[in-house]
């Protein structure tokens, strides 16, 4: 049996980082990953680009967070966005930063990320063991001891931190198995929900916009009627409904109100810059300007190529009409589809399926300076086995490292 300073559960981004920290303080580190590799979800975060964190400034940044905000607010103080980036530029690699402030790393690689985390898990003081999973940790005189693996390994140590992910992407290795762990030792564990996941839809005419993007658009959601949550930016069609930057973050909303048996409906305007008066006197232009063309070739300039159909058939016009033979009524009706084409909402994908889980370990468990558990000296959590979640553009992955590093340098 081999005594170490701190064990660490989990390769993730805060895993990783925990360990780094710890080891920088002389600690003597062993990080267990069920995996044969650390970061397997980093390397798929992002689109495979790895969306690192966001450059705005700390209060924009907790406004992105749900009832975690202020948990995190300790975190984020002593390790933030640009510590974050120098910590990734002194390794040499090259960061930039995108529309909304999200950062990436140069070369659109998030293997580019993990190859420096990698490197810097090799140092003397880290062990690190892969293919192994922790079955228990042992507890004597509420006092940890050490954990127990399902190979029958024992290690000893005095500081464990529970850094094992959530339930997103199980075939990552994101299992639930901090949930497991951290219940049995007594913490509670918010109900698990999905986060940041694609939506479903009634309406079987856009699986025909499969592969849609759209830029620049609003979104309302509607429960029973009422205005519950609204979106601006980037969207995308798929063969079972909705996803896309705005879709995901809109994505929470939806699923509490389908919990609570509420009919659930998204609308989209495609012309959110333009108000009744200018999209009426933009139709009336391109009409008067070609009035022989049919109203499908007229919409070519509105319009997706790929949408124009199914959406005159939203609309109850027929495609082949001459704009000049176009009633006010017909052009009412494109306007108001325009404005706010109405969907169904069927479901939102489960939580195997989205980016990140709500819920988890009760922040009200956790001391926030420190990230060890209030209830069980000695153990620690970071990263998103706790209830922490954010919507899209860094946010999240920000969460995890600066809790991973508060933990390292508290255990």
């Not at 990783?16 to 002389?26: D, L, P």
């Not at 008066?277 to 109203?295: G, H, M, T, V």
């Not at 086995?385 to 508290?410: H, L, R």
Request: charged fraction near 25%.
């Amino acid at each position: 049996m081999k005594q170490f300073d701190a064990i660490i559960i989990g390769a993730g981004p805060a895993g990783m980082m925990a360990t780094i920290r710890a080891a920088e303080r002389k600690r003597k580190v062993l990080l267990i990953e069920r995996n044969d590799t650390p970061g397997k979800k980093l390397l798929i975060s992002g689109k495979g680009r790895c969306n690192l964190t966001n450059s705005c400034d700390i209060e924009d940044f907790l406004k992105k967070f749900s009832e975690s905000r202020n948990f995190l607010r300790n975190s984020f103080a002593k390790f933030f966005n640009a510590d974050l980036m120098s910590f990734f530029e002194n390794a040499h690699l090259k960061l930039k930063t995108e529309r909304d402030g999200r950062v990436f790393p140069e070369s659109d690689r998030s293997g580019d990320i993990l190859n420096v985390l990698k490197l810097k898990l090799k140092t003397k003081n880290i062990k690190v063991l892969l293919g192994e999973r922790v079955r228990e940790i042992i507890i004597k005189n509420k006092k940890i001891k050490g954990v127990l693996t399902y190979s029958r390994k024992h290690f000893l140590t005095t500081h464990i931190a529970i850094t094992t992910g959530a339930l997103s992407y199980p075939g990552t290795g994101s299992m639930g198995e901090g949930y497991r762990i951290a219940e049995k030792l007594g913490h509670e564990i918010i109900p698990l929900k999905p986060a940041l996941s694609p939506i479903l839809i009634k309406e079987r005419f856009t699986r025909d916009w499969q592969g849609i993007g759209l830029k620049n658009v609003h979104l309302t959601l509607f429960a029973g009627g009422k205005k519950i949550d609204e979106r601006f930016g980037e969207m995308l069609f798929t063969h079972f409904g909705l996803s896309g930057p705005i879709i995901l973050d809109i994505s929470a909303s939806a699923y509490d109100a389908l919990q609570l048996k509420n009919e659930v409906t998204i609308t989209i305007n495609f012309e959110p810059a333009l108000d009744y008066k200018k999209l009426n006197a933009r139709l009336l232009r391109e009409f008067k300007a070609s009035p022989r063309k049919s109203i499908k070739n007229i919409f070519k300039n509105i319009l997706p190529q790929g949408i124009i159909r199914r959406f005159l058939e939203y609309c109850s016009i027929n495609g082949n009409k001459s704009t000049s033979q176009i009633t006010t009524e017909e052009r009412e009706r494109l306007i108001k589809g325009l404005f706010g084409l109405r969907l169904t909402v069927k479901g939102v994908m489960p939580i195997k399926d989205g980016i990140v889980t709500r819920g988890g370990v009760n922040t009200k468990e956790i001391n926030p300076k420190t990230m060890e558990s209030r209830l069980v000296k000695g153990l620690f959590f970071a990263g998103e086995v706790i209830d922490i979640d954010a919507g899209t553009g860094g946010y999240n992955m920000q969460a995890a490292f600066s809790t991973g590093w508060v933990c390292g340098d508290n255990i």
